[in-house]
Structures are given as C-alpha cells and as structure tokens.
C-alpha cells in the first residue's frame, strides 16, 4: 500500500484545498466525502497527469516492450513477438473493461474483488477516484485507464520467457486465463482499499487487498507486475521447453538497434508507470519520477562495469538491460525511497541479475530466452524486499501513513517488520503466481498444445503462424 | 574466357576495384558474403552467453576477361588485396566457354 | 458540434469554478465575459493537456504516419514516403499560422471563415479560445498549435493512396490547394462557433459553421480529418492511375516492423488526438481516452478473427490495420460514445473496411496502394454516422446540449433526426473534397504532370526523386 | 535570463493567484515568501507540465538522438553510437544528483555555485524552486529532474562530431570531466538567479550568474546547450582527426530511416525542452511551444528549397537536418520572439548552416562527422544573437522584466544594447567551452588515447569496442 | 551440364523466371549483387558532399541446365532480360563437370 | 583443383561447415540466396491481398578444394545437408584452373 505517500504529499494537499478555496486545516476536511463533494476535490492538474501517465505506459507495451523482445530475437522469429505483444495488449483492455476492473478495484475478498463494476457498470464522467490524499480525487475513468495499461502490459512481459517457441492462440487463452486468476487477484491483494477519507469509516475499514492490510509497500507494481511476470515466465519456459538449437547454434540477438529503441521507449515510459502512480501530481511524484531516472541511470552503469570487469568491454545490451533491471527494482520502491536510496539500489540490481542471466541459467539449462525471469522476477524481488529497507525515514525515506485515522498521520517505521512483511507479500505472489500459471500452461498445454511443429519453429513463427516477413528487403 | 573468383576484405573493394579498371577490365559482379578460412571468427557475448562466429565478412568479385587480360587480373588483385594479414582472400581462376551480352547480343570477348 | 460534452464536463466546470473561488451557481456564471473575465476562467491542467495532446498529435504524424506507411513501401521508395509526410507536415504548419487559422476559425460565411486573424493577428499570450464548458478558456495559442497539427497531418493521410508513383513538388502543391480549398472550409463548416458564453448572445449566435449548425456531431475529426482524407486519396490514386506492375509483381511491404512501430504510436498519439479534442481536462475527456483506447482494442481483435477465419491465421498486418480502423472509426464519437458503445464500434469496423480493402478494391481494381480509402474513408464514414445512434443517452451514449440557453442544458436527442444529420454531414463532406480534389488534382496533372517517368518509378523514388536511399548496409 | 518572461506570464499569474483565492493586486503579492508560502503558489497543472517536458527531453536524449546520429554512420559502427549516448546520459543523471545541480544552481560565485546542495541535500518534497512569475513555484524536485535531462543530453550532442573513430571509456571520461568543467559552469552564468520575488530583495540580488547578470536572453539553452555542445564538437574532432578514408570512400548514412525517426523525435520532445524551459503552463508557453515549431517547419522548407535550387532536387538528409537547425536556432528565442519572428529566424538558419556543412566543412577539411559544429554551433550562434532582434516588442518580441521592482515591471528594450550582450555572451561561451573542450581532450589524449587502432577503427567499433552487431540479419 | 551465370536488372527477374520455367528449366539460384560496368552509377549528396556510387544493384542468376538445353536458356534470357538500355546484362556459360540431388543423390541431368 | 557449388538449406549450414572441416576442408565461401526449384515457394496475404512467394531461402556454399578431396566433400555435404525433404539442395562440381593466396602468392592446392 502506498500510506506513506501521504507523508510526501500533504504539502500537496494543503495546496490542493488552499487552491480550491477551502480551508486546510485539518478539522475541515471532509471523511467520507459524497460524489458532490469528491467534484469539488478534483484538481486538473491531477487529471491531465494521469491521462498522459496512461499514455506513457500504453506507449512502454507497443511500441517499446515489442521492439526490446523483437530485436532480440532471431528475424524470423520478429514479428511473431511484434504481433503477440500487439494482440495481447488489446485482449487485456478489452478484458480489463469487461470484469478486470471490477475484480481488482470494488469491494469483495481480501483475495478478489467482486462484479459489481463489470462493463464499468456506475462508472461515469461524474464519479471518482481516491488518491494518497485525503480529500485529493481523480475522474474514475482516468483511474480505469491507468490501470488498464498495466493489466494490459504485465501479461505481455511474459511472452520473452518462451519467445520463437509458442503457438499464438494457445498463448493468447493463457494469457486471458493468468488475467483472471492471476493479474486481477494479486492486483486486488496488493493495491485495494477504500481510500484516505474512508478507512478510518468503520463501514469502510475492512474494504481492503490481503497484502495491503499486511501493510506490504509496493509503489507500482513491483510485486504485481514484475514478479508476477516473472514467475509466470520461468514457469512458461520450463513448461514450453527449450529452443531447438538452444545452446548449439548462435542465436544473436537480430536488430540490437530496436531493442535500444525499445529500451529507451520503456525508460520514457517507466515515469508515467511509477510516478503515475502516485495518482496526483506534486513533489512526491516528481520524487518517484527522479528516483525511476536514477536507478535506471545508475543500474546501467553497474551492469556496464561488470561486463568491463568480466568480458573486458562494455556492450550495448548489458547498458540496456542493466536499465530495464533498475526500473524494475525501483517500481516498487520509486515513491518511498531517497534519491540516494534509488541509487544505491540501481547500482545493486545489475550484478545480481546479472548472476541470473549469465551463471545461474547457464546452470539449471532452462530457456528463458529474453530473460524475462532473471530480470523482472529477480530485479522485482530485490526491489520489493529493499523498498522495505529503503523507505525507511532513518535513511530519508518516506515512510509510511496511518490511514485509520483522520486526516491521515505519520506511522512508525519498524524495518525489520516492514522487511518481514515485504517478503510474506514477495512469497505470496511468488507461490500465487506460479501455482496459477504452472496449471494453466500444463492444461493448455494438453488441450492445444503449446509448441509450434519442429519445422515450423526451424522456418520461424513469422512464416509459420502468421504468413509473413518482417522485412522484405 | 576466364572467370576470376575472388574473396577480398571489404574495405579493400574500391581500391581494388580502381587498380582493376586502370588495367582494362570493364565489369565486375560483387557480392557481399560470409567467408570461412584460417582466419578465425570471434566471439560475441549477449547476456552473458558466449557465441563463437565463425564467419568474417568478405567480398566476392567475380569478373570475366578475355584469356590475354586474366594473368594480368589476377595480379593486380594479388597486389592490391594484399595486407599481409591473415583472411586477406584467395583467387580462383575458371574457364568461360561463352558469353553474351544481353543488350546488344555481342559474344564472347566483345561482350565484355 | 460538441455541444453535447457540456453534460459530461459540468461537474468538471462546477470544480474549476469552485476552485477559481467563484461560486459555481449558473446564475452567477458571467456571459459574453472580457479577455481579462477570460483570464481568471483558465485552469493550468487544461493548458497542459492541451499542450500535451499538440506534441501527441505531432508524433501521430512524424514519426508515426511515416512508419506506418513507409514500412507498407517496397525499399526503394521508401524514403520517398518518409519525406513526403516530413515536408507536407512543415508546409501545413506553415500554412496554418499564415492564413488556415484564420479561414477555419473566425467568423466569415458558413462555409469558410476570414482572413481577420491571418498571420495569427491579434493573437497573444493574453488572448483565450473556449472550451465546451461556460466559463472555460485556454490561452488562444493554445488552440492555435493544437489545431495546427489536425490541419498538418490531414493531407499526409492522403499520400498513401498513390503511393510509390508520385512527383514530390507536384504533391507538394496539391496539398497546399487542398488544404485551402478542402480542409479549411470543412474545418469551418464542422467546427467554428462562438463558444458556449456567446452562443447565446445574439450578436454572435449567427458565427457558425454551416454542419455544426445542423447539429452534425463530429468529436475530433471523423469528417474533417478521415472521410476528407480517404476520399481525397481514392480521386488521387484514380487520377494518378496505377503502379508499374500493380497486380504483377509482388509488392510486399519492405518493413512490417516499420509499420507495427507507426501503428503503435499512431494509437498512442491518438489519445492527444481524440481525448485532447474536448479542450479541457475532465471526466469526459477521460471518457474520450477510454473509448478510443477500446475501439482500437476492439478493432484490432475482429480483424484478426476475420483473418483467422478467412486465411486460417492472423497476420500483424491485419492487426495493426485492424487497430487503425478501430481508432478512425471512434474519432467522430470519442466524447459521445459510452465504452460499450465504442466497442461495439470497433468490433464492427473492421470487417467493413477488410471487405473494403480486400474484396471492393479487388473487384474495381483502383490502386488504393496504403487503403487510405478503404480504413479511413470508409472507416470515418462508418463513424460518423454510428456516431449518431451512440451518441443516444438510452444508449448510454453523452447526448447533447443546447448552447442557445445560457448555461447550456441538456437538450433532447433524437437518434433518427441525428443520424440524418450525421449522414447529410458525410454526404456534404465527401462532394465537397471529392469535387475540390479532382479539379486539383487534374489541373495539377495538366500543367506539371503527377507522375515520375516509368523508369524512375522502376528505380523507386528515392533514388529519382531525393537521390538517397532509405538503407546502405 | 527570461526576466520578460514576466510579461508573458502577468495574466497567467493572475489568473493562477485568482484561482489561489489569494488577491491578485500587486500589493498583496508576498514578497521574499517561506516554503510554507511556497506551498500555496504551486499549481499541479505546473507541475505536470514540468513532469511531461522532463519526460520529453530524456526521450530527446534517448532514443531520439542516438537514432540521429545513428542512422547517419556506417552499419558497423551504428552500435557504437547508440552504446555512447545511452551511457553518456546514464552517467550525466547520476553526476547531476552528485554535484551538478549544486553547482549550476546554487548561489556560490557568478562562474559556478556551490556544493550546499551536492548529493540533493536539502531538496525535499516540499522545497520549491521559482518560476519567472512572481509567487509562482513547482516543487523543487520537479525542476531538478527538468535540468537533469539538459545536463544529459548536453555532453551526448557532442560525440556526433568525431564518430567512428572514439574509444569508449576515454570518451566517457571527457563527458564526465567537461560536464563539471564546462556543462556547470555555463548554466550557473546563464540561468542561475535568485528568483523574482527575491531579486528586489537586497540580501538575493546578488545571487546570479555572470551573463545572467549582463542580461544575455537565453530561453531554453541556445548558448548552455548547443554552443556549447556545438563548439566542444569542433575541438574535438579536430583533436581526434579525421576518419579514416575520409573522403575517400563513400560514406553514406547506414539508414536515413533511423535519422528520420531521430529528428521526428527530437522535434516532438523539443516543445519539452522549449517550451518546458517556462517553468509554468500559461500562454507564454504555448507560445514557446508555437515558435518551436514554426521555426522547425521554416528551416525544413529552407533547407529543402536550397537543395532544390543547388541540387536539383530535395533531400531527406536536408529536410531533417533543416528542421534540426530550425529547432537549435529557436532554442533561446522560443520564448522571447513572435511567431513571425520564429517563422523568419527558421527561414534564415538553413542557408547558413548549409553553407557551412557543405562549402566551409570542405573548405577547412575538418572532419566533424555529423555536422555538430555547423548544425548546433552555428546555428546556436545565430539563435542567440537573433534572439537581441526578435525578442524587441517593437518587432512584436515580448521584450524583458525588470525583476529588481517588485512585482516585476517590463523594462524599457535597447536592441543595439541587447544584440551586443548576445554576442559577448557566445563571445564568453565560445572561449570557455573551446578551452576547456581542447585542454580536456587533448589531456585524455596524452594519458589514455582518445582513438581505436586503424584495424579497430576499419572493422568497426561496433565490433572491437562492445564485441557486438548492430544487426544480424 | 552447364552453368550459366547471368547478371540482369532486377526488375527483370520474374519474368526471366517465368520464360526460363516456360522452356523448362526447373531450379536456379538468385543472388543480390552489386554490378560494375559501363553502366555507370550515380552521384548521391549528403549534406551537400558528393559521393560517386560506382555500383548498380543487379541480379544474379545461376542455373545449371543439360547441355542441350544451354543455348536455349542463353537465348531466352537474353530475349526477356532485354530493355535495350545501358546495363541489360550479361550471360556467362561454364562447363560443369558433375551435379547431385542432395535429397535423392541422384547425379548429372537427373538431378536437375 | 576443384569447385564445389552447393545450395542447402540454411539451419544445415553450421553441421554442414563441421562435418567438411572435419574432412579437412579449410576454407568456403557462403551467400545467402534465393532458390527456386521444385520446393515450391509459398503465398503471403496482405490485406486480402495475395502474393505467391516462389523463392525459398537458401545458403549457397563455394568450397575449392583439390581434386583428391573433391568426392569427398561433394559425399559430406550431401549426407549432412539430407533431411529427405524436398528442397535440399543441389551440388554442383566445376574444373577450377588456377588458385591464388593473396596474402602468400602461394598458387594453386598450396592456395587452399
Ligand atoms: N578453399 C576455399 N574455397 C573457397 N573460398 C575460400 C577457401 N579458402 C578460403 N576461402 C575464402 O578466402 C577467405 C580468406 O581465407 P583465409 O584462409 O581466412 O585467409 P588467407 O587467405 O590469408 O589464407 C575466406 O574467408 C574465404 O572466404
Ligand atoms: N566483365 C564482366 N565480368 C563480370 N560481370 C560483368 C562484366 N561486365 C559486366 N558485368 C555485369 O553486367 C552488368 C551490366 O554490364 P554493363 O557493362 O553495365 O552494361 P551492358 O551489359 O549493357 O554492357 C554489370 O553491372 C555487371 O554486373
Ligand atoms: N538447375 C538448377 N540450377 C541451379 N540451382 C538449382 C537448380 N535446381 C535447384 N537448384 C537449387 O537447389 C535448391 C533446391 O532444389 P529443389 O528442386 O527445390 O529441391 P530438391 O533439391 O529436393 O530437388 C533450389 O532452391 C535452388 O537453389
């Protein structure tokens, strides 16, 4: 949960209600505010962040997640990655509509949520969001598109575990299935509650994720989008099986060019994913913006001088993929850390997945080709459990809020609970996620099957699935 | 006629290609191709991951001369190719039977 | 006209007025205000979005048209494309600010405005342009940039209907003409009013276009941007005639890469398009984003169901296709749609404009080389006129509101009238650009000649028209 | 300085204090205010705006002009370029955190600031950093994360100058070496100052940067960012030397496509860093925003006309490199100068830059790859200078503010005076950087070598310093 | 058998194909290659440097055919190849002294 | 000395360039091509609109080798380059006259 946030932006608030001509004091806000009350809390300053903050992670599934996969695979395997992103991507907005949203943002169990809001059922241009702040409300349609980017994006991210190796309607079924009984559920555990006017509402209080009441932090999506992925892709790999050829014939990435684009694109991104987070715009998004630059910054020189260190030069997909971890890492982490805690933890990541890239895969010999576990499963996990250590105020973190009482107030920071519970919530997903996905793949994997004929994987996907090049030169 | 094969660093193309009409020749056909030979590869590292390219990039003449004019060819490519480095190429000289030049229809040398 | 998004931005104005500390009771609401009344009625979240959607809309065309065309060329004309959209951009800037301002947008006749503001005369930092809600304003240049990428990327569409056979300056030209003769006057005729303070003050009630007075509802663009566009581009490419070897040769896209990427952030760019369309930043232009966000989502998936059932697989081709006829087709009714409503739009568009596209073009045999025609003709019509049964509040849809009272109420629909309205609106639009395109394009023809010598258009335009290629490996 | 950006900005700011609730009569303005004070003169649609620029430039830096640059080089060293800019921006964001923005913007002496904010100490979520309108502030952060891109993209711009033939880690050193040396320093004299509800204050007035102080009119970084990229550019190719086979074989650009992709980039990302450079979101940025793009879109034509006239035909490379020129001459002026005056500047920039890409290039037969010095320098020049004739009132220009009466009130235009404080301007620029550049490359050149052996260099750099392919097709 | 190397415009090639199949040939091989001639190149300007592009894109066939069928190739290629124009092309005849059908390992004629 | 022109099938390419340096085969030429043959090209749909494809991707290989060996690896790549689909390719075997090291001057088998 994001509490603390408040901590960064009561300023913000105080602002807010200056600007809207309403008292700040304290005494005067409004708990449990009705629609009426919520229009005049709205600040259009707040909206136009989160309608570009959408865009801006539509624009890090295609084109740049596309592009990052794409150019690492083989040519005749490019499009085949290009169209299960594009596709994907639109299958989870459509579903998002449907009942995504209503499963993982309306009241329920700690675990799901219920129907009440499918086909955004009462959602209107007259309803509203709750921020981190008390008395702060955004348009709901800006929240349900916001967060339609990244049911949208986080199935995408798992297709790199088992690229130029799957059938694309089978994967297209799992990736419907692991929304439903993977994406939503975890989304609701992590990131449900009633909101900072509400929780302290005896009606109100028990409207809340499991992981949230656990009080895990995770500011964007550490645990929900990247471990969530990345489990899910280990899984796949295993389950899909190896590449043939893999470990025999080279396999060079076909067009680092476009993974740079696509890299560059995701960094770009990335600001809208976790300073969009923060739902308004103040000093504490612009904190979660400075501290995405920097970790991803930092974490490309890290992963940069290993390779000098190692392989006696630097290369262009060490820098890049050295970014990508530090964005990861810092998702969870990006509105409660310090600009020096952000870099610390950027400078940290790289080593350790590089570990996982190059050794530990080596070793256990599973095909995750583009690494989508060794970098969003690890890198997710390192910064879930730092975001524990890191928001801690002793080292100029945010902390966190105490949103049962009203208006919110600072909470006391106990770091060794908070690290404990990051890792209870780390487990919970880890377990979740992988239990669901190992299920689904198996099942579909015995009904359709997964893999593409031997010679049609030889030919490519692009030929074989979808009847087209790439390029035609 | 002759036909004169040769596998040539990249780079030494245009002068190549300069010392070759300075002596008469009046075409040629170039193809860019991987080639194998003592010269070893080199190993690319993606991730981690070591891969050993066995292939290093050269380029193909292939040019067609009137039998007088082939020893000559063949020299001057020797001498202009030349680095002394390993992977510098190699010269294979075939024998043509018949040639034709499409636009005109000439044959043989005057197709050349 | 928009009158309709009055509803959806109400509560919106209601917050922005309570925030700008004047009491929000209509009757308090100053009619007919002074620039300096205007001053005090701007929000900075609205300046932002609207400077936000101008740079998305600009991206829309370059990069984004340029890929998406250019990677459907063959290699060697492919930087032709590139250049045409870059240069035909700069000319329409160019134009805009020198007289299209002007013609589209100040009072003159219903047909075409006049040259009071040419050369932006009389416009400052100082001056505003209204919004659809009473008593919000943006800072005129504002308005003045964001149109001016509506008026720069139109006649880019049009290239890609006689694509790979066109003589630069020549196309250069007609563009200019076009922009004078067809856009500018259909940009008046659809979008010009007074604004919702003076709609009611009789002196400027009368300061309309002639279509936004019959009550033609047209979002962001439908008949402006893409029926103008697609019609123009079937004259040009009948005008223009065939490629060298059109149904001969095979003439596979060079780079579907290319155009994955144009698709992508085509669809991205669009938010700025479709959602900044509502001038403000509110629920309802949330709304806008969902919808257009949907549409595409919609789009995208029945094309590929139609392929799959067709062809027995989906291609990235018919994806991204699929996903630009969804985003065209939402463009009239972004604002007035309900999310339902849109994806019922996009799910529907798609096999209209493959039949259009594959089977229609087939049977005339006209050389629509990019379907121009086919997605955004065809695709806008069907649009424009859905636009009219879910703009229908029974539909869920935002209905429309009644400017003439002061503030506007909501006025009652009538879908059988709308639609009428609707297809008379298309119906004016497609004569209107047909007529002014082929006397262009034939006067053209006549005196500098469209098309590159059959041996230049064999050697592509790239080398014959630029003397560069797009590639040198 | 942007003093008259006040003028720009008076109704913005009365409009903002209005919906502040706050009077906006000059009297009741809080001079030398408390960041309590600060808090209540935030407006969130500030804020985002400065959040998106931020967000615009870093997409600037990557992938926009990697991609520039890129495209324009041999295949075989294409990898080399991306790696250099990647990691070149990496490491400006983590010394900018370290120390830059200490020094650029902290008070010390006229030449550089101080180390009091080294390591961002003492910048929080709620410290604000001003605008150029008197009680108008956005979170300090905010505008650290603005400047941390310009201090990225700065060092990145220069290596176009001597590409292909530079070793990696030799050429970081220098970025390193002349961002403190040079970057810092330059900011610090241009756009360090107090702030304008400070400047009247006797303890502040002092606070300010050297040319600042003079007066010099630099919007967005005419002479901190491109003179200053563009003569570092001219050193250091001619420290490095020229390209093997330099004019001797043909080397044509690898992939214009790229380069197109590069500029369209860099023009949409541009409106961050111009009209961002306002700090608020108000007419005057719209503005900005105008000019930018006019100027881009007049010097595309220019450039594009020259060719035609010279060539007999217009070329891609021409029109993006015109549209380059356009946007670098328009950096300090966007702010100050009418959209006809923009509109003229752009006109004028690409027959100069022509002239010295083409005739003075070869005259002098240094071999500045990609034309950093006759692209940014010269056209930065001219910027700058022409910026003392636009910005004059009497030409339409918004003129300058006297911030030392509080409430700021225009000041009364000299042209002569101010084009005479331009030039010394880039007079002091010119020899700063071009002493600093020379010392520091030729020092790097001593101890570690600044080129690859000729072998390296023919193979490429790709290959021999990051052990990868751009492509492998 | 013979081997006949033919370097014809690009734009030439379906149709080639087309007659070539017409008279029965039923396999070649197709290269991209850079062609060098007294068709000359051409000058392309980047940023206003000129640089002399001395190679034409050409196409190159190989087609191994019985010896009795060779004229006839020669002749038909030359035939659809034409455009009368600078640059049409040449074709080449080698002896081939052996050929086999990976697939079927049958030899000579048989596995053409 | 001879020249062995083969066109394979383009995974074959590395077991193939094991097995002949197996057999002491120290150098070859590779270009990727386009072949047309029995194996029948296939068709591309791109908005409704179909186009036949009759090239299939190749990798051609030209190895000299002296005349002893020549048998030898004209029976390698074929058992290597066997896959028993259609479309495995062709060997062809031509008289080669003459060969030259660039870097040495060293001629003929002395060359390979
Ligand atoms: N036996 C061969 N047959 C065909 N081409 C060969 C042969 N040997 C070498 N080549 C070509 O000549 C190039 C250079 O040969 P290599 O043995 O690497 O160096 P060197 O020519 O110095 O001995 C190779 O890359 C290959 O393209
Ligand atoms: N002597 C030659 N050897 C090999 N190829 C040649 C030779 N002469 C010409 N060619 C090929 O034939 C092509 C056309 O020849 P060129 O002299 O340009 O025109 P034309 O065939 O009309 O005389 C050249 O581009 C080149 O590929
Ligand atoms: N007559 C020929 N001349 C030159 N190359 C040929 C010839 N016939 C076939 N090839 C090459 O061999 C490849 C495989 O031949 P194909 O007839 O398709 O299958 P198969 O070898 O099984 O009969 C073709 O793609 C082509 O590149």
Known sequence: MKMQTKLGTVLGALSASLMAGLPALAQDMIQNPSAEQMATMVNKGDTTWMLVSTALVLMMSIPALALFYGGLVRTKNMLSLLMQVFVIVSVGAILWIAVGYSLAFTPGSPYIGGLSKAMLAGVGTGTYAATFSNNVYIPEYAFVIFQMTFAAITPALIIGAFAERIKFWPLVLFCIGWSLLAYYPIAHMVWFWAGPDFLSVPDFAGDIGLLWGWGALDFAGGTVVHINAGIAGLVGCLVVGKRIGHNKEPMPPHSLTLTMVGASLLWVGWFGFNAGSNLESNGLTALAFLNTFIAAAAATLSWVLVEQLRHGRPSLLGAVTGALAGLVAVTPAAGFASPGGALILGLIVSPVCYVFVSTVKKKFGYDDSLDVFGVHGIGGILGAIGTGILADPALGGQGWFDYTVFPAVAGTYDMGAQVMTQIKAVGVTVLWTGIVSFVLFYLIKLVFGLRPSADDERQGLDQTSHGESAYNY | ?112
Chains 1, 3, 4 share one sequence.
Do not use: C, W
């Not at chain 2, 001369?65 to 190429?89: C, P």
């Open chain 2, 1 to 112: 006629m002759k036909l004169i094969i040769a596998a040539i660093k990249p780079f030494k193309l245009e002068e190549v290609r300069e010392a070759l009409t300075a002596i008469g020749v009046r075409g040629m056909m170039v193809t860019e191709i991987k080639g194998f030979g003592s010269q070893s590869g080199h190993t690319e590292i993606y991730r981690g991951a070591e891969y050993a390219v066995n292939f290093v990039p050269k380029v193909r003449l292939e040019i067609v001369v009137a039998d007088a004019l082939s020893d000559q060819v063949v020299k001057t490519i020797r001498e202009t190719a030349k680095t002394d480095k390993i992977g510098d190429g190699k010269i294979f000289v075939l024998d043509v039977e018949h040639a034709v030049r499409v636009r005109t229809g000439e044959t043989d040398d005057d197709a050349l």
